[in-house]
């Protein structure tokens, strides 16, 4: 053994062999211990990707499948009664404020067709009295200054009653009749509609009537006297005899008619305006009841 230390101990070569082949050894063991962990590692990342892509489910019974049919019909059916509520609720709220507006609208045609019933009822009284002429002697100096006076300021005189139709033209021609939910308003309203038709076809009979009596006067009376001081100066007449057109007794008598004619064609008009007056007056009260408007 001596001999063979001093053998190695005399070799170096052979002790740098055998470094070597220990150092292989271990280099041999490192990989295989790396290839083994990364064997592994693709093992577990199989096994994982399987549990991915393969992943187990339970199924669900008839009453869970039920339950959620139910939920998703319950939230639609909430929903779609919510929004009819909303709209119902909107459409109360206009129909209230067209039934204010319309009402406002009603006070005021009532106050201005008591204003026109009354001017045409003084201009019917001036007329009688005009007509009352065609009594006397016209060619008397008063008697046709009382022509002339009468003719002036009352023949072809106008008074007419113009409904304040904004809110009854939003609900007809906008659909705003749609939100009246009350059948029997909606019926008042469009009878009031109807009711103006009578008090128009009446205007139009009075608007005749006072352009007949306009043109009468034309034909009988000289309006340049006006402008004549002879007859007319300081803003009056003058004590001189006023001409008259026609002396023909058979047309001044014609153009008395026609005086008549605009005074029945007036006499029409208020009538129509007067049976509308106390319908307008019972309209506001209900429909303030039934809305309860002060």
Request: with cysteine; proline share 2%.
């Amino acid at each position: 053994m001596p001999e063979d230390q001093n053998i190695a101990e005399g070799n170096p070569g052979k002790k740098i062999l055998q470094s070597k082949e220990v150092n292989a050894d271990e280099i041999i063991s490192q990989q295989q211990a790396i290839e083994q962990t990364e064997t592994e590692n693709s093992k577990q990342e199989t096994e994982n990707m399987e549990v991915h892509h393969h992943p187990h489910v339970e199924k669900k019974s008839f009453k869970e499948y039920f339950l959620e049919f139910l939920m998703i019909f319950l939230a639609v059916t909430l929903g779609f009664f919510a929004e009819g509520l909303r709209e119902s609720l909107s459409d109360k709220e206009k129909e209230k404020q067209y039934i204010e507006s319309f009402v406002q609208n009603l006070e005021q045609d009532t106050s201005n067709i008591k204003a026109v019933i009354a001017e045409n009822n003084y201009k019917m009284q001036m007329l009688d009295s005009l007509i009352r002429l065609s009594l006397t002697d016209v060619a008397r100096p008063e008697n046709r200054l009382k022509l002339y006076s009468y003719c002036f300021q009352y023949v072809g005189r106008y008074s007419l009653f113009k409904s304040n139709d904004a809110t009854m033209l939003q609900l007809t021609n906008s659909g705003g009749l749609r939100v009246i939910q009350k059948d029997h308003v909606a019926d008042s309203i469009a009878k009031y509609a109807n009711e103006l038709k009578s008090v128009y076809a009446a205007e139009e009979v009075y608007s005749n009537g006072t352009n007949e009596a306009i043109n009468a006067t034309h034909e009988l009376l000289d309006y340049s006297v006006y402008y004549d001081t002879v007859y007319f100066k300081q803003g009056g007449f003058t004590s001189a005899t006023l001409p008259l057109l026609i002396t023909d007794a058979r047309k001044i008598k014609l153009f008395f008619n026609k005086i008549d004619f605009e005074v029945g064609s007036t006499r029409n008009y208020i009538n129509n305006l007067k049976r509308q007056l106390p319908y307008m007056q019972r309209m506001i009260e209900f429909l303030k009841m039934e809305y309860d408007i002060e």
